[in-house]
Structure formats: structure tokens, C-alpha cells
């Protein structure tokens, strides 16, 4: 079973300030993604990222998967407050069931 | 809005009872996926749907079951609840095993 470990799993900042969230394993990745969850609504996909090393941007939101596949990274530039919210990595399972295991999560808040 | 509908979004019971939970998928999705969010567990993948078929299952306890009908909705049952199943409960489709899952705004059960 693999155990993804975020970090920090809390983080309050003021709008503006930049941060990153760490989403970490000690196993290989087959392809990770991160997720955004508000209060009382789903997890919505923000990115999947496949190959180790590659880089995804999203406007604000920079996304980078681990050379070794076992790490991923989300750094958000001058966040605002519309940012906040629960952030989790997930990692998909190989073969035809497309179960996801989800991280510990982090709770992001932002304030002005 | 994910395109994935759940009923009901509320629902208080007492233990010992029995409860449903349903999921339309997004229009086109062939694959349901159930998963269960509490505080101390985070989001748990509980099982999969493919067409109809058990494609996947995970912590799922043998109190609960699922299925998905001919016309890809998909039921959770929940049978002689304890306490410790108070949880938010999470619908997601996707075209098929997919990367892409897109979640429902989930039902929030309590068990008193």
C-alpha cells in the first residue's frame, strides 16, 4: 500500500506571500495528481503529472514531479485568498483499476 | 459543478440502521468510484465500477456494498451503522479507468 506523507498539514499565510506543499513516498509513482477540496464540496483535479522531472504550470500554481517518481511539489506565487482550501496529492494505481490513494492532505488558508 | 450528482447531500440515522447512498455519473462515464472522507482517516478509496462489474475494491467493510445498474448509477449501501461511520462520502466517475476522476459534492452522514 503506498503511504503518500504531505507536508505542511497546516499552513496559514497572508495574501501575497508564496509557498509550496510537499507530497512525499517511499515508493515509485506511476503518476501522481493534486487535488483542491472546499468545505463541503468534492475534490476537483488541479493537474496530473506523469513523467519524473516534468513541470506543470497553472497559472499561479507550479507542479513538479520528482526525478525518482517517489516526491511532488506544488508551490503557489503571491497566493490569494480564493486559495484556500484542502490540498491533497493522490497517486493512481497501476493496471486496469484506476483506484486512487490520497495523501494526508494540507489545509491551506489564506487571509488579507 | 463536476457533472456528478448525490443524494442525499445530508442524511442523520442512529446505529444500528441501514442507509443509501446514490450517484448519478457524469454523462458518458462508465466507471463510478466510492470513497469515504473522515477526519481522522482521510479520503479512503472504498471500491470501483466498471459497466456494471466490481472492478476494484478498497478499505471497504463487509457491512458495506455497492453496485452499479444498466443505467451506470451506482448505490452505496451502508448496513448496521456505528458510530465510527459518520463520515462525508464521495462519489467519482470517469470515461473508464482513466486518469481523470470527477467527484460528486458528496454525502455527509452521521450516525447517532
Known amino acids: 500500500t503506498q503511504l503518500l506523507e504531505q507536508s505542511p498539514q497546516f499552513l496559514s499565510i497572508q495574501e501575497g506571500e508564496n509557498l509550496t506543499v510537499y507530497c512525499n513516498s517511499s515508493?515509485?509513482?506511476?503518476?501522481l495528481q493534486w487535488y483542491r477540496q472546499e468545505p463541503g464540496e468534492g475534490p476537483v483535479l488541479l493537474v496530473t503529472?506523469?513523467?519524473?522531472?516534468e513541470v506543470k504550470k497553472l497559472k499561479r500554481l507550479t507542479f513538479q514531479f520528482g526525478d525518482a517518481r517517489k516526491d511532488s511539489s506544488l508551490h503557489i506565487t503571491a497566493a490569494q485568498t480564493g486559495d484556500t482550501g484542502l490540498y491533497l496529492c493522490?497517486?493512481?494505481?497501476?493496471?486496469?483499476?484506476?483506484?486512487?490513494?490520497f495523501g494526508t492532505g494540507t489545509r491551506l488558508q489564506v487571509t488579507l | 459543478d463536476s457533472g456528478v450528482t448525490q443524494t442525499p447531500k445530508h442524511l442523520i440515522t442512529a446505529t444500528g440502521q441501514r442507509v443509501t447512498l446514490r450517484c448519478s455519473p457524469r454523462?458518458?462515464?462508465?466507471?463510478v468510484y466510492w470513497y469515504q472522507q473522515s477526519l481522522d482517516q482521510g479520503l479512503q478509496f472504498l471500491i470501483q465500477?466498471?459497466?456494471?462489474?466490481?472492478?476494484a475494491k478498497g478499505n471497504i467493510l463487509e457491512r458495506f456494498s455497492a453496485q452499479q445498474f444498466p443505467d451506470l448509477h451506482s448505490e452505496l449501501n451502508l448496513s448496521s451503522l456505528e458510530l465510527g461511520d459518520s463520515a462525508l462520502y464521495f462519489c467519482?466517475?470517469?470515461?473508464?479507468?482513466?486518469?481523470?476522476?470527477?467527484f460528486g459534492p458528496g454525502t455527509r452522514l452521521t450516525v447517532l
Open positions: 467519482a466517475s470517469s470515461v473508464g479507468g482513466g486518469y481523470e476522476q470527477f
Open positions: 515508493s515509485v509513482f506511476s503518476s
Open positions: 503529472v506523469v513523467t519524473g522531472g
Open positions: 493522490a497517486a493512481l494505481g497501476t493496471g486496469t483499476a484506476s483506484k486512487l490513494t
Open positions: 454523462s458518458g462515464d462508465l466507471s
Open positions: 465500477y466498471y459497466n456494471g462489474e466490481e472492478r
